[in-house]
């Protein structure tokens, strides 16, 4: 088989320590060296200078959760060609497995060229990246926190979600403030509701008719700061992102202009495939990379 880097390093990283697997080609003759390094910025830094000693130039490493990052972030400050592999296609022979094997197996396979590298973004677009995922998340936090209002209603027997589509928009906003400082009259209830509403007053005041009582209103209110506090969250994640997404802008700009592509989801976009597509082979790479079209799984002409 082709040997492609004689001096590299495999590296298996965990939560706690890195073991470092060094392998040179001298003479036709395979040598190796194995070291363990705490994952603390000082030992990883010691990593770094004894692969540098060692003439190391080419790194692998599987993308272990978040473990990965702080060591890509130190070495890549070096002189190596760094290569993060997915785990699931750099599996070692079962019953061999030991972080010393695991580390010598990621060294030889980088040593002739098999490991498909996995794609990492610059640093300006892992954070962009950060950031609407966590909006993403809040977003769906969002979500269960009305429904967690919705449910505190139906135990209250108010059927505002019958004859309002959002019941923390402002209409039911107004109505569930109203219900919490105490107000129980139906039709003083309804008289909040915007004219656009398409329910009838009468809808209204038959669904605003139910038994709230003190616990009832301690829940809404509850539910009520917690949603207030995650759309302050995602408002700040919104400004954040705004003030840094000038690197990009030409991009969403571009983007923006397909039909159905919002701004949002233009920056959602451009965090994840970043702005570089000569990451990218071919069209048909980035399209694979990001899910969107079928896997091949055929076997005795099965599929």
């Given amino acids: 088989m082709e040997l492609l880097h004689p001096h590299c390093a495999g590296l298996d990283v965990h939560k706690e320590s890195v073991v470092a697997c060094i392998r040179h080609m001298v003479d036709g003759k395979v040598a190796t060296g194995v070291r363990t390094f705490k994952t603390t910025t000082q030992e990883l830094m010691a990593l770094s200078d004894w692969l540098c000693a060692e003439g190391c130039t080419h790194i692998a490493m599987e993308a272990t959760g978040v473990y990965w990052k702080p060591v890509w972030h130190i070495l890549s400050d070096g002189e190596f060609e760094l290569t993060l592999a997915n785990a699931a296609h750099v599996k070692n022979v079962p019953g061999r497995k030991t972080d010393v094997n695991d580390a010598t197996w990621l060294a030889d396979l980088m040593a002739h060229g098999l490991i498909r590298a996995s794609f990492v973004p610059g640093e300006p677009t892992q954070q962009m990246r950060d950031l609407l ?148 082979k071919t069209a048909a790479h980035l399209i694979s990379w990001a899910g969107l079209c079928p896997r091949n799984d055929e076997s005795a002409g099965k599929r």
């Fill in 133 to 280: 995922r966590t909006r993403k998340q809040f977003v769906r936090e969002r979500s269960s926190h009305i429904q967690r209002i919705q449910k505190t209603l139906e135990d209250a027997n108010i059927k505002l979600d019958s004859v309002i589509t959002d019941i923390v928009g402002l209409s039911g906003r107004r109505m569930i403030e109203a219900l919490i400082a105490g107000q129980t009259d139906a039709e003083n209830l309804a008289a909040l509701a915007h004219g656009r509403i398409h329910a009838t007053r009468a809808e209204l005041e038959a669904a605003l008719r139910g038994r709230v009582t003190a616990h009832h209103r301690f829940m809404l209110r509850l539910h009520l700061n917690h949603l207030d506090a995650v759309d302050a969250a995602m408002a700040a994640i919104d400004k954040e992102v705004g003030a840094n997404v000038e690197p990009f802008r030409i991009a969403i700009e571009m983007l923006t202009t397909i039909p159905g592509i919002s701004s949002l989801a233009a920056e959602v976009m451009v965090s994840e495939i970043g702005i570089d597509m000569s990451r990218f």
